[in-house]
Every structure is written in C-alpha cells, then in structure tokens.
C-alpha cells in the first residue's frame, strides 16, 4: 500500500529547506566564537567546511546532510565567508559514491567558479568533495551510532537509518555485512617495544614476591612536596625522593630538569658501559660529589671506553655492596693523592668477609610448660 504524502513540495522546501536570501542564512547559520574554535580544530579547509555544514544542518532544519535535497552552495559560501576560508565558494556536493562524479560542464567543481549552483541531486549519500573533485574524509563511527543504526534499521531503509545514525549509506552496508560494533572488530595492538623487565622478571622481581606476598595488590600513595616526594605504603612511608626544579632565569627555563637514581639504571648500564658517555642525564647520575669528581679524573687520563668501564663498575660496587658514602669517601682520598681509582683493589676492599656465621643452638621447651604461663592447672584427659 503506497504512503500518502501529507506535504507538497513547496511546504517540505519550506518546513525542511536551506533559506536563500541574506536575513535567513544569518538567522540560521552564524556561527558562533565556540562554533568557529571548534571547526578550526580541522586539518584541511576541505575538513573545516564539511564540519561546519554538517554542524548548521543539524542545528536547522535538524537533518543530515544526506537528507538535504536541494543545492548546497549559497550555504557553503556563507559558511566560508565566515570561516575565511580563500575561494569557498570552489567547495560544493556530489552525488553519493555510488553514482559516477558528474562529467565537466554538468555540475563539475571548479575553484572559483559557480558551477555548485548547478547541483541540485545531493540527495542519498551526498559527499563533500574539494575544488580537486575528491570526497572529503570522515571520521570513524562509534559504538553508539553502529548500535542505533542495527536498531533503526528493524523499521527503516538503509539510506534513512544511516542518515539519521550520522554516517552514509555505504558505511550502513557495511553493518548489515558484518553487525559488530566497531570496538569488537578492531585488532589488539603488539608490544612495540620490548619489555623492560624482561631480563630481571624470573631472577630478581618473582623471587621477591614470592618470598614478601604481601607487596602484590598494595596501592602506593605518593604525597607532592614542594622539594620532595614521599611515598606511602597504606600508612608506613617507604620512600622519600627529592624533587627537581627548573633552574630560575630566562635563559635557562628551557633546560630539563632529570631526578634519576642511579640504582635504577645500573643493570642497564652494566650491559652497555659506553652509553654512559652521551647520556643525557649523566651528571644527575652520580650520587655524591666524589664520583663526578672521578669521572671528570677517568675521562681526561684515559680513553672514554676505560672511563665507562670503571665509573659504571664503581657505580655498581656502590650499589651491590651499600658502601655508597664509604666509596665515595675512598674516592676523594685517591683523587686528593693524585691516584686513580682501580676497580680491582676497590672490589677486593669493599668485598664481604669470608667470616663464618656464629652456631646458634635453640633448645625447645617441652609444650607442657606452656601450661604454667596460663595460670590454670592442667586438665587432664577424660579417656586416661
């Protein structure tokens, strides 16, 4: 049974219709200063005047821009007009992709000419293209707009469903093909990059948390000083860290401030000593005074290669043996002697001792003792 049409075309034209003269087109389509900001967020003018045509027809008459059935140009120079965008008025519609691009002198686009006047079928999927003939790009759809067209679609068209879903018709095609929603279709990113606790994760970080089970699922509160950080593990702080700032002057606001610990880097560094000669942060490595002092002492006597060599491995015997203050104190003697540090007689002055550990004999109470600490005699067994 055919649908009875309620409207001639000259009500719908004017119920639905782009206004042409001057007066309506400021009525409907200023933009506003909000308006203007957000469709200058696009790339391309291209992209800023399908953007900002889309957004006036949604605002009036409330429609897609597949649903618009009458010609798009004075719209298009209005909204360029506004947006200054140079020759907006080369800028106009196509037919849907579906239909071949209009042949030169029968609608084509032209940069400053007024061949958009001549289209007048934009209906069914109409595109925006560029003074160059090619279809403007958009944007991909969202969740929410694949679930409202799957559901407007039990009861409407396709091109009426995607029109009203905010995407085009061929986009509708598409989810009649393949329904999921676009979330579910796409495809779980690799690991770009390798993963930095690969080396360290079986011998160092798993035998931890299998011997202190209590670390795993703790939240760490980290409270935000004016010179310092200090972490918190519930209500026991665990860590104190200073805080770096930017050194004062015009000049030198745009240096980078680096707050590094050398014990994070270490084993890193023990793979490649050599990258510590163009380290980036290499002077905020060194904990105390002692051990700059050294570098500087290693890499003007030798070549860098023995300089990385022996600065990282002081480095780690400062690390692996907790002698941090000590070794630094040894340092700045050698370096006060005009010596050298030789990460050999430091390794052998700083090695544990070879001391054995003192026996401890426990002797075990008998259990029936614990009964004279309750102060109750003893209840003997009913079946004895």
Known sequence: MAHRQLLTNEERQALFGIPLDPDGMARRFTLSRADQNLVAGRRRDTNRIGFAVQLALLRYPGI???????????????????????NGAG????????????????????RG??????????RNGGALTSPGGAPVPGTHITDQQARL?????????????????????????????????????????????????????????VPMLETAPGLIGHRLRVRLYDDRVECFLGAEPV?????????????????????????????????????????????QLFPRTAFRQAWDALIAAGPPRTACRVMVGLLALAHERACEAELA??????????????????RVCFAPTGADLPQVSVAMPP??????????????????
């Open 91 to 110: 800028f106009s519609l196509r037919p849907g992709c579906a239909r071949p691009p209009a042949e030169p002198g029968a609608g084509a686009i032209s």
């Open 149 to 205: 067209y799957m559901t407007l679609r039990r009861t409407q068209t396709q091109q009426t469903a995607a029109a009203r879903a905010g995407f085009s018709a061929s986009t509708g095609s598409r989810l009649d093909a393949d329904p999921r929603p676009p979330a579910q279709k796409q495809i779980p990113r690799g690991r770009r990059r390798p993963d930095p606790v690969v080396d360290v994760w079986d011998s160092e970080i």
């Open 329 to 346: 104190a040894e340092l700045e003697a050698l370096l006060a002697a005009g010596r050298l540090p030789d990460l050999d007689v430091l």
């Open 239 to 283: 860590l104190t860290l200073p805080r770096g700032r930017a050194p004062q002057g015009r000049t030198m606001r745009s240096r980078t401030v680096y707050m590094v610990d050398y014990r994070h880097v270490i084993h890193a560094l023990r793979r490649k000593p050599l990258a510590l000669l163009n380290l980036v942060y290499r002077d």
């Open 367 to 384: 259990a029936i003792a614990y009964d004279a600490l309750l102060g109750a005699p003893v209840v003997e067994d009913a079946a004895s």
């Open 113 to 122: 000419g007024s061949a958009c006047d001549s289209v007048t079928d934009c």
């Open 64 to 86: 897609a821009l597949a649903q618009l059935e009458q010609p798009t140009g004075p719209l298009v120079r209005w909204l360029a007009k506004q947006l200054e965008v140079p």
